[in-house]
Each structure stands twice: as C-alpha cells, then as structure tokens.
C-alpha cells in the first residue's frame, strides 16, 4: 500500500544545531508540503514543492530550508535550531491537480530544542 | 490573506448530534476541507466542499455557503471514537493545492 513515512518520530537536539527532517511518500504524488503544528496556531505551512526542484515558502518559512531531488522525497532542514522551533512537524502530499484531492499526512515528528 | 475562525472547544453527548462551524476570509477561495485528527496523530481527510449545499457521507456531512463565508461539519449519532480535533482548511484561488488551516475544534464527547 502506498503511504507517506517521516523519520524520525522523536527527536531531541541543542540550540544552534542542524536538524534535518525527511519525509518519504510511495503515492507518486506531486505535491508535498510541511508544516508545524503548535498549540493556539493550529497547522502553519513551513515549505512546499509542486513538483522535482520545485520549492516554495510558507508562512512560517524563516529558519527551515527544503530541497525536491526526486519525487518521494522532501527533506525539511532547521540550519540552526532554535527553542522556537520545538514543535510537531506534519509531511504531507497530494496529488498534482486541486479538484477534491485532498492531503494526506505523515504521522509527524515531535522536535524539542534544549 | 486568509483568515478562519473556528469555536476552540465542545461537548457533546453519545447518540445526539453536533455541528461545528467555520467561518473564512480568503482573497480568493477555491475549496474548503475538513479534517479530523485524533490526539497524537495525524490529520486524516473528512469531506471537501467548493459548491454551496450539503454533502453527506454516512454520518458526517459539511455545508457550505460561499457568500457568507460559512460552513460546518454535522456529525450524527456521536461515537466515543469522534472525540478529536477538526480542522477546517480553505484553498485559496491560484495556490495550487496548498492549504490554510483554522485552528481546530476540540471535540468531547461524554457518555
């Protein structure tokens, strides 16, 4: 069955360290975004690619970067964690066309910088 | 820009019928989504809606309304299971298919 994976599940780092979270999907799937989900915000788009080398802010784009080598893949890189960035991070992906597609999420990474 | 507005909480009971709603202010609206998302898990897909009425889909059913900016998620004869958090999205006009998300309804439902 296709689906959508992120690694790792859990991670703790230090302020000022590199973080690089991945985010696989065996849907073939065009779309890809990121997010972060925190209490009181809600989910809040981070990057998103509609495509391979395709890749776009969201709102809350300031300290993460992303790079679409291939189609399965969307790595998310915090280049330098921050207590800010403590958070719950959701993958997800939809098919190319709008229409009634919805996304469909990975089952999240839970971040905390000490 | 976007902005959606959703109540923070809500109970309800087992069997009876609950409806929350959603209101946005979008630049553009091409489509609004529901989603539920238990605690600790990942958001998964209730309904899509981008024409006014109702749509059904066994005991869940989403309206919308374009010209007020409204719509709500009915869910009927209320499970223990349904105790969770919804999300109302909008899809903005020429944003591809990317997504802004309200803040969520914490659902409980009690016996």
């Known amino acids: 069955d296709a689906e959508i994976t992120q690694s790792p599940r859990h991670k703790i780092t230090e302020t000022g360290r590199q973080v690089t979270l991945a985010c696989h999907q065996t849907?073939?799937?065009?779309?890809m975004f990121w997010y972060r989900q925190d209490l009181g915000h809600g989910l809040r788009l981070i990057h998103y690619?509609?495509?391979?080398?395709?890749?776009n802010k969201g709102e809350v784009s300031d300290g993460y970067s992303v790079s679409r080598s291939n189609t399965e893949d969307l790595p998310l890189t915090l280049e330098s964690a921050a207590s800010s960035q403590t958070s719950v991070y959701f993958c997800?992906?939809?098919?190319?066309?709008?229409?009634?597609?919805?996304?469909?999420f990975g089952p999240g990474t839970r971040l905390t910088v000490l | 820009g976007q902005n959606i507005d959703q109540p923070t909480e809500m109970t309800a009971t087992e069997g009876a019928i609950v409806q929350i709603n959603c209101t946005y202010q979008?630049?553009?609206?091409?489509?609004l989504f529901w989603y539920q998302q238990h605690a600790g898990e990942a958001p998964t897909f209730l309904s899509y809606?981008?024409?006014?009425g109702l749509e059904e889909k066994g005991r869940f059913s989403s309206f919308l309304s374009r010209s007020k900016g409204y719509s709500y998620l009915l869910l009927k004869e209320l499970q223990m299971k349904d105790s969770a958090s919804y999300l109302c999205?909008?899809?903005?006009?020429?944003?591809?298919?990317?997504?802004?998300f309200g803040t969520g309804t914490q659902l409980k439902v009690e016996l």
């Open positions: 809606n981008v024409l006014d």
């Open positions: 999205a909008v899809r903005p006009t020429g944003g591809g298919n990317k997504l802004t």
């Open positions: 979008t630049s553009g609206f091409n489509g």
């Open positions: 997800a992906s939809s098919e190319r066309l709008a229409g009634g597609n919805e996304q469909f």
């Open positions: 849907w073939n799937h065009n779309n």
């Open positions: 690619s509609y495509g391979v080398q395709d890749t």
